[in-house]
Nanobody
Framework: QVQLVESGGGLVQAGGSLRLSCTGS????????MGWFRQAPGKEREFVAN????????NYAGSVKGRFTISRDNAKNTVYLHLNSLKPDDTAVYFC?????????????????WGQGTQVTVSS
């Protein structure tokens, strides 16, 4: 079993920055792909970024590429999402997810472990 806890959300003005953290406990993280997803009101959960735990391969959604950066600290079992140049459209609940599958997998349906989510609100 894997337990994930997100933190770092909040209210920020457009153009601002935030750093989200996701810390895991339980099962070893050495074989898990970690991802960030977001869900805005009335919309489906969508992929934001993910990172392969062993070699650090990353993928980004087109809407955040160049503005968001995913990273990880293996020693702390923690994955980060650095959000820069935030826009009102980035407003959503951000979720951390984990999967045993390849980093090429970006659909939330194949992520079996989830955190509770953290709210990010960007004002214009």
């Amino acid at each position: 079993q894997v337990q994930l806890v997100e933190s770092g959300g909040g209210l920020v003005q457009a153009g601002g920055s935030l750093r989200l953290s996701c810390t895991g406990s339980g099962r070893t993280f050495t074989s898990l792909t970690m991802g960030w997803f977001r869900q805005a009101p009335g919309k489906e959960r969508e992929f934001v970024a993910n990172i392969g735990w062993i070699d650090g391969t990353t993928n980004y959604a087109g809407s955040v590429k160049g503005r968001f950066t995913i990273s990880r600290d293996n020693a702390k079992n923690t994955v980060y999402l650095h959000l820069n140049s935030l826009k009102p459209d980035d407003t959503a609940v951000y979720f951390c997810g984990a999967t045993r599958m390849s980093v090429a997998i970006m659909t939330p349906l194949l992520y079996g472990f989830w955190g509770q989510g953290t709210q990010v609100t960007v004002s214009s």
